[in-house]
């Protein structure tokens, strides 16, 4: 087993100003994920899952304590930085799929090289989308799409940008228990292919099940972390 | 380029079309009607330099001097001259007191001479004046000297031979009052006829026309240096009709502009935060992917410079077209043609395009430079779109660009000031319905509650809206204000009646022999007039010679000898603007212009010199006068107590028509020294400009009320979105097609109708903001505006709002759901 840290944070506290006070998301967390691991975290609605993942994604910077991503502290850099170690280590698949709604399946895959300026950006994509079952649908936009084949185009790109740490807020929610199956699945398969990673949010039991560990969140803070073994 | 590459992508999606089209109409709109107001002015001065037979003319007492020639030559400039002296003209039968013109053969240098083989003929045009030894005499001369075509006149030492009959002489039209019939001459046979002698009046003109660098490049250099007698002459300071009517209309088409400036503003601001808004999560998606901040600037800022350079050539080669389509069916109405374009008027359109983008488009865009990556989790973290800091950004840029448009303040300013009175009533209005329904729904259930949150967005969003349509609706009943007060004015001024003929000189025993044979004939005379010839000497007890000096800046009033006359009633083209007017008063009523050039006030005294005897009199009331009106009208109106002791010619005017034209000519050969002058051309040119401009801003008009309906249009379907979701929702549902329909007919009907009322009401304010202080007419309320309002508000909405609509209706509620 690897011991290589993925992500670590350190007093991790986010407070955000609301009309009325100051709100505190997020208290003091401090915790770590090693490379390789599945990490599920669950939790009640409101209880900062989404907030936590966002600010270990590097998406957003906390108020208060350290977030370190393979050893870059996020809080020390600019949104510049940040979005650099997004493109090279992370990768991310939503609850509402968020596709351009602009761009084919095919376009879609391809963006993450694009950005890169990767010339091998669309055989690539073509590649990953036959992994996902979707070699025939390349040319489909969104609409034409059914939520589980957006989720898995999804899937596609997140895994195009090789990422070493891929982040899914809640990647099931919107789907039926088949295209759900199916999506995770995938995630664990390329997981285990690539070696990535894979942080998720998830209100599905079975799903937290399948993932190596599970981070229970309430009100802000980590209540309990359970390992598999 | 991955930019490129996006773009060509997006544009399959329709947001980046939409902005696309909103830039292309704004700068097609602009240039459009740029250009083709540059055509409308080159014709204007084309049409008025034919009135002043060059592009500029310097005419003096004394002779033409070297100096002045060569100059001109050296400025490339073409160079005509003209002499205009009064000469007896002899035939075998008698002899005749005429007005003489001796020109260069390449005289006139603009326009041209009409000339007639039949006496009184209408007459055709020539391009040169007379050869050596010819003389054109008109019909009225021939007939007084008993001579007809191929006979002989004698000028002074030489004999002439008649060779046309002079219709119009195209120079001359401009000049008040002739004193005898005329003749036209080579300015070779000049010298032979020796009548020019040292001390005859005698004024020489030098006709210049070329480029308009080389004039402005004379102008900067004579007008510091015009000696005593010598005056510069330029097609604007020709006919007054003329001028008022084509700065109206220049005005008009300003402020046309100027709207269509405005419009295309709120089409790029609408498209800009369309776009805008569909983009949010978007540009946060890219940015999870890894693009960085300076990245998506870029791919943004070189997708908009492509967008710019696009919509702006576009809209270019749009504008273009449009005007020489308006120009076209113009040709076709009025059979003139406009001169062509000029290429270098379009970088007005371009500085629209890039104003446009910088003041509508770029502010909202670069929102989206900051929006977190994190709204792709939270989509509470969405960027504010409406601030006040935009708001203020739009309107200084809209207004920056009126500036540059218009090249003033004034107009910009009434227009803002109007926007934001809309603006700031819709607010109002807008703060009390909320809070209205604040009263209404307190304490209600939470399900009310949750309905006025959601109210209450819609609000703002349907105030925003209402504000669009009523700024819309507002600019297209200020231009149909301003086009039909413009209209009606020129119609009363000039109407078709207007008198044609000035008839002087004309002794008081033959006042009414000439009423009768006008009556006779059933012509039209107006008010007979005295006329008795006088000089003011001194200004509140001070030589006048001595208060002005320096020649050229001599006041008309004291430049010449005036002509005076006494009058118990105001003419009924003059108005008292101060003091008192009547048989009674013992003082001088003076023009207003005049006044004003020396600053004179009720109660100074002007010291006048008649037939050698001295008055002093007080100014006891000022008047203004429509010089337009192609009446007899006076600087000064003298009491007759004073003026009757002086022996008086009479004046008037008539019109004839054309029926009447030679019998009234012939009538008047029996009074050989009464003189006559045809004004008739210079009436039919205003005329013909007044109708050209009336047909060119009727179209101009249709055209921007159209590009106000695409406005319109664009506006409803920006809030489309939230209404499809809700249609469809409300389908699935279970709801009926009918229902649907009907909610949204009252929606839009009322939107419409609101719009339409306070859209009237500012712009029956902002009507009498541009009457009183641009277009300097009298202010008049518009009933027919506030039925306009509020009908075509309701009507071209609702219809607009259910066409656009329409896919609520007929598409599948699951389709519908799932594009959202
Ligand atoms: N920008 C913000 N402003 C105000 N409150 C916020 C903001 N972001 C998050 N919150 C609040 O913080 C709390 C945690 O939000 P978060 O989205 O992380 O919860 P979650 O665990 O993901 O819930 P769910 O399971 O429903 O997605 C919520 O109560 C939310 O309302
Ligand atoms: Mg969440």
């Known amino acids: 087993m690897k011991t290589n840290l993925a992500i670590k944070t350190q007093n991790l506290t986010h407070t955000v100003k609301t009309a009325a006070d100051d709100l505190t998301i997020l208290n003091d967390i401090s915790m770590s994920i090693e490379e390789g691991e599945s990490v599920a975290i669950v939790g009640a609605s409101g209880s900062g899952k989404s907030t936590l993942l966002g600010l270990i994604a590097g998406l957003d910077v906390c108020s208060d304590g350290d977030v370190l991503l393979y050893g870059h502290n996020l809080s020390k850099l600019d949104e510049e930085k940040r979005a650099d170690l997004r493109g090279q280590y992370v990768g991310f698949v939503f609850q509402s799929f968020h596709l351009l709604p602009s761009l084919t399946a095919l376009e879609n895959v391809m963006l993450p090289g694009e950005l890169k300026g990767d010339k091998d950006a669309k055989r690539k994509a073509t590649e990953f989308l036959e992994q996902v079952g979707l070699e025939h649908r390349l040319q489909h936009y969104p609409r034409q799409l059914s939520g589980g084949e957006q989720q898995r185009v999804a899937v596609a790109r997140a895994f195009a940008s090789s990422p070493k740490v891929l982040f899914a807020d809640e990647p099931t929610g919107n789907l039926d228990s088949e295209n759900g199956k199916m999506v995770t699945d995938l995630l664990f398969g390329l997981n285990e292919k690539q070696g990535t990673t894979l942080v998720l949010v998830t209100h599905d039991a079975s799903l937290a099940q399948r993932c190596s560990r599970q981070i229970m969140m309430s009100s802000g803070k980590i209540i309990e972390s359970l390992g598999k073994e | 380029?991955?930019?490129?590459?996006?773009?060509?992508?997006?544009?399959?999606?329709?947001?980046?079309?939409?902005?696309?089209?909103?830039?292309?109409?704004?700068?097609?709109?602009?240039?459009?009607?740029?250009?083709?107001?540059?055509?409308?002015?080159?014709?204007?001065?084309?049409?008025?330099?034919?009135?002043?037979?060059?592009?500029?003319?310097?005419?003096?007492?004394?002779?033409?001097?070297?100096?002045?020639?060569?100059?001109?030559?050296?400025?490339?400039?073409?160079?005509?001259?003209?002499?205009?002296?009064?000469?007896?003209?002899?035939?075998?039968?008698?002899?005749?007191?005429?007005?003489?013109?001796?020109?260069?053969?390449?005289?006139?240098?603009?326009?041209?001479?009409?000339?007639?083989?039949?006496?009184?003929?209408?007459?055709?045009?020539?391009?040169?004046?007379?050869?050596?030894?010819?003389?054109?005499?008109?019909?009225?001369?021939?007939?007084?000297?008993?001579?007809?075509?191929?006979?002989?006149?004698?000028?002074?030492?030489?004999?002439?031979?008649?060779?046309?009959?002079?219709?119009?002489?195209?120079?001359?039209?401009?000049?008040?009052?002739?004193?005898?019939?005329?003749?036209?001459?080579?300015?070779?046979?000049?010298?032979?006829?020796?009548?020019?002698?040292?001390?005859?009046?005698?004024?020489?003109?030098?006709?210049?026309?070329?480029?308009?660098?080389?004039?402005?490049?004379?102008?900067?250099?004579?007008?510091?240096?015009?000696?005593?007698?010598?005056?510069?002459?330029?097609?604007?300071?020709?006919?007054?009709?003329?001028?008022?009517?084509?700065?109206?209309?220049?005005?008009?088409?300003?402020?046309?502009?100027?709207?269509?400036?405005?419009?295309?503003?709120?089409?790029?601001?609408?498209?800009?935060?369309?776009?805008?808004?569909?983009?949010?999560?978007?540009?946060?998606?890219?940015?999870?992917?890894?693009?960085?901040?300076?990245?998506?600037?870029?791919?943004?800022?070189?997708?908009?410079?492509?967008?710019?350079?696009?919509?702006?050539?576009?809209?270019?080669?749009?504008?273009?077209?449009?005007?020489?389509?308006?120009?076209?069916?113009?040709?076709?109405?009025?059979?003139?043609?406009?001169?062509?374009?000029?290429?270098?008027?379009?970088?007005?359109?371009?500085?629209?395009?890039?104003?446009?983008?910088?003041?509508?488009?770029?502010?909202?865009?670069?929102?989206?430079?900051?929006?977190?990556?994190?709204?792709?989790?939270?989509?509470?973290?969405?960027?504010?779109?409406?601030?006040?800091?935009?708001?203020?950004?739009?309107?200084?840029?809209?207004?920056?660009?009126?500036?540059?448009?218009?090249?003033?303040?004034?107009?910009?300013?009434?227009?803002?000031?109007?926007?934001?009175?809309?603006?700031?009533?819709?607010?109002?209005?807008?703060?009390?319905?909320?809070?209205?329904?604040?009263?209404?729904?307190?304490?209600?259930?939470?399900?009310?509650?949750?309905?006025?949150?959601?109210?209450?967005?819609?609000?703002?969003?349907?105030?925003?809206?209402?504000?669009?349509?009523?700024?819309?609706?507002?600019?297209?009943?200020?231009?149909?204000?301003?086009?039909?007060?413009?209209?009606?004015?020129?119609?009363?001024?000039?109407?078709?009646?207007?008198?044609?003929?000035?008839?002087?000189?004309?002794?008081?025993?033959?006042?009414?022999?000439?009423?009768?044979?006008?009556?006779?004939?059933?012509?039209?005379?107006?008010?007979?007039?005295?006329?008795?010839?006088?000089?003011?000497?001194?200004?509140?007890?001070?030589?006048?010679?001595?208060?002005?000096?320096?020649?050229?800046?001599?006041?008309?009033?004291?430049?010449?000898?005036?002509?005076?006359?006494?009058?118990?009633?105001?003419?009924?083209?003059?108005?008292?603007?101060?003091?008192?007017?009547?048989?009674?008063?013992?003082?001088?009523?003076?023009?207003?212009?005049?006044?004003?050039?020396?600053?004179?006030?009720?109660?100074?005294?002007?010291?006048?010199?008649?037939?050698?005897?001295?008055?002093?009199?007080?100014?006891?009331?000022?008047?203004?006068v429509d010089w337009s009106s192609m009446r007899p009208n006076f600087y000064l109106i003298l009491p007759q107590s004073i003026l009757s002791d002086f022996p008086a010619n009479y004046v008037s005017s008539v019109f004839i028509d054309k029926d009447n034209v030679q019998s009234f000519y012939k009538k008047m050969a029996d009074f050989p020294t009464v003189s006559m002058l045809n004004v008739g051309d210079l009436i039919q040119q205003i005329q013909l400009i007044i109708a050209q401009v009336s047909q060119a801003i009727q179209l101009v008009l249709f055209f921007i009320l159209s590009s106000a309906v695409l406005v319109l249009n664009a506006s409803v379907r920006a809030s489309l979105d939230e209404r499809l979701e809700e249609g469809a929702l409300l389908r699935t549902l279970g709801a009926s097609k009918t229902l649907i329909r009907q909610s949204m007919l009252v929606e839009f009907g009322f939107l419409g109708f609101s719009a339409g009322v306070i859209g009237a009401l500012a712009a029956e304010l902002s009507l009498f903001g541009l009457q009183v202080f641009v277009f300097e007419l009298a202010p008049s309320f518009h009933p027919l505006m506030w039925f306009l309002g509020p009908m075509t508000g309701f009507v071209v909405v609702s219809i607009i709002g259910l066409y656009a609509g329409k896919s609520v209706l007929t598409v599948p509620p699951m389709r519908m759901l799932r594009s959202l």
């Open chain 2, 1 to 624: 380029m991955l930019a490129v590459k996006l773009l060509i992508r997006e544009i399959r999606n329709g947001d980046v079309l939409t902005l696309l089209f909103a830039l292309i109409l704004s700068v097609s709109t602009v240039t459009g009607i740029d250009l083709f107001v540059d055509r409308l002015q080159t014709s204007f001065t084309i049409q008025s330099a034919t009135l002043l037979a060059a592009d500029r003319v310097v005419r003096s007492n004394t002779a033409i001097t070297n100096e002045r020639m060569e100059y001109a030559k050296e400025q490339g400039l073409e160079t005509a001259q003209k002499t205009s002296f009064s000469s007896m003209v002899f035939s075998n039968e008698g002899l005749q007191l005429s007005q003489l013109s001796a020109v260069t053969g390449n005289y006139p240098l603009r326009g041209s001479y009409l000339v007639d083989d039949d006496l009184f003929g209408a007459g055709y045009s020539v391009e040169d004046g007379p050869s050596e030894g010819d003389i054109w005499v008109s019909s009225r001369l021939a007939s007084l000297l008993g001579v007809g075509i191929g006979d002989a006149v004698q000028v002074g030492e030489t004999d002439l031979t008649i060779r046309h009959y002079l219709v119009r002489d195209p120079g001359s039209t401009g000049s008040a009052f002739a004193i005898a019939p005329r003749a036209v001459i080579n300015q070779d046979d000049l010298l032979k006829t020796q009548v020019i002698q040292p001390g005859s009046r005698v004024r020489y003109s030098l006709l210049l026309a070329g480029n308009e660098d080389a004039l402005n490049q004379y102008e900067a250099w004579i007008t510091p240096n015009l000696e005593k007698g010598e005056r510069w002459r330029t097609p604007k300071s020709g006919g007054q009709g003329i001028n008022s009517a084509i700065e109206r209309a220049e005005s008009f088409l300003l402020l046309a502009g100027t709207l269509a400036v405005v419009m295309s503003g709120v089409a790029m601001a609408l498209a800009s935060s369309r776009y805008v808004r569909r983009h949010l999560t978007q540009v946060a998606v890219i940015k999870t992917l890894g693009a960085t901040p300076k990245k998506i600037a870029q791919l943004l800022l070189s997708q908009l410079a492509i967008i710019f350079l696009v919509g702006t050539g576009l809209g270019l080669l749009l504008g273009w077209l449009i005007q020489e389509v308006i120009a076209l069916s113009l040709a076709s109405l009025l059979s003139t043609v406009l001169p062509a374009a000029s290429i270098s008027n379009l970088w007005l359109g371009m500085v629209t395009g890039l104003m446009s983008l910088f003041a509508f488009c770029l502010p909202l865009l670069m929102r989206l430079f900051d929006v977190s990556p994190l709204t792709v989790l939270h989509p509470a973290g969405k960027v504010q779109l409406k601030s006040l800091q935009l708001y203020i950004i739009a309107l200084t840029g809209m207004y920056l660009l009126m500036v540059v448009y218009t090249g003033g303040l004034l107009l910009p300013s009434i227009m803002i000031a109007a926007i934001f009175m809309v603006a700031v009533a819709i607010g109002i209005i807008g703060y009390g319905l909320f809070k209205l329904g604040r009263v209404l729904t307190s304490g209600a259930v939470s399900g009310w509650q949750i309905g006025l949150a959601s109210l209450h967005r819609r609000l703002m969003g349907n105030l925003f809206q209402l504000l669009v349509f009523t700024l819309i609706i507002m600019l297209g009943l200020i231009l149909i204000g301003v086009k039909s007060s413009l209209i009606s004015d020129w119609q009363r001024q000039l109407p078709v009646d207007a008198p044609n003929h000035y008839l002087f000189n004309v002794q008081e025993g033959e006042v009414k022999q000439i009423s009768d044979i006008a009556d006779n004939l059933q012509i039209p005379v107006s008010e007979w007039y005295p006329m008795v010839r006088g000089r003011v000497v001194q200004i509140n007890g001070q030589d006048a010679d001595l208060l002005y000096t320096s020649d050229d800046k001599e006041p008309e009033l004291l430049s010449r000898e005036m002509n005076l006359t006494w009058s118990n009633e105001l003419a009924e083209d003059n108005v008292l603007l101060e003091g008192e007017f009547g048989g009674n008063v013992n003082g001088l009523s003076i023009e207003e212009e005049v006044a004003k050039e020396i600053g004179l006030k009720i109660g100074d005294t002007l010291g006048v010199k008649i037939g050698g005897l001295d008055y002093q009199l007080p100014i006891t009331s000022i008047r203004s």
